[in-house]
T-cell receptor, first 117, second 115 residues
Framework: EAGVAQSPRYKIIEKRQSVAFWCNPI?????LYWYQQILGQGPKLLIQ????????DSQLPKDRFSAERLKGVDSTLKIQPAKLEDSAVYLC???????????????FGNGTRLTVT | AQTVTQSQPEMSVQEAETVTLSCTYD???????LFWYKQPPSRQMILVIR????KQQNATENRFSVNFQKAAKSFSLKISDSQLGDAAMYFC????????????WGAGTKLIIKP
């Protein structure tokens, strides 16, 4: 099966500019996650979608970050305006809702490395 | 509070040797899953192994095995016959059965393989 696709792979922008990341999950995966991973740290959940509804966005800085999942498939994450502290890797992941529930593994994309100068 | 602690920021091992990465966690739940993920320099997070808390038998996947001590809330990863391709960041995580199934992550351990 095709994996989780993310683009772009790298992005360099100046502070106060805007940027958007795209994610295409594995076909049939109902749950989609966006994580922010700062160098040397574990991933931090930004937002979780179930189909096209938001399950958890409690750690999303809503004054500058927004995300949507169109038709329960592809998703975009936007930052506007960017700050220096937004420099990080942005990971998209998806998982299949199965009888395993919490045991269903997450499948990750290659991530986007964002550098804000 | 739900937390995961990986006390070893960095570990190194000689190729073909065995190494153990430690992980402890804190939860009041009794039903949950534990995971080890590997993140090589390519950045893609890959599932290494998972363990259901209700199962007493330790999970094994080829050269990777876990030592799950539920009472101690410990979940260590043993890598046997280490290979150069095992060099990566290793993250421990757990997930409880609730409405969100959110993963709680550790800070990671960097594993260096010496040829």
């Amino acid at each position: 099966e095709a994996g989780v696709a993310q683009s772009p792979r790298y992005k360099i922008i100046e502070k106060r500019q805007s940027v958007a990341f795209w994610c295409n999950p594995i076909s049939g995966h109902a749950t989609l996650y966006w994580y922010q991973q700062i160098l040397g740290q574990g991933p931090k959940l930004l937002i979780q979608f179930q189909n096209n509804g938001v399950v958890d966005d409690s750690q999303l800085p809503k004054d500058r970050f927004s995300a949507e999942r169109l038709k329960g498939v592809d998703s975009t994450l936007k930052i506007q305006p960017a700050k220096l502290e937004d420099s990080a890797v942005y990971l998209c992941a998806s998982s299949y809702l199965s009888p395993l529930g919490a045991g269903s593994p997450l499948h990750f994309g290659n991530g986007t490395r964002l550098t804000v100068t | 509070a739900q937390t995961v602690t990986q006390s070893q920021p960095e570990m190194s091992v000689q190729e073909a040797e065995t190494v153990t990465l430690s992980c402890t966690y804190d939860t009041s739940e009794s039903d949950y899953y534990l995971f080890w993920y590997k993140q090589p320099p390519s950045r893609q997070m890959i599932l290494v192994i998972r363990q259901e808390a209700y199962k007493q038998q330790n999970a094994t996947e080829n050269r990777f095995s876990v030592n799950f001590q539920k009472a101690a809330k410990s979940f260590s990863l043993k890598i046997s016959d280490s290979q150069l391709g095992d060099a990566a960041m290793y993250f421990c995580a757990y997930r409880i059965h609730d409405s969100n199934y959110q993963l709680i992550w550790g800070a990671g351990t960097k594993l260096i393989i010496k040829p």
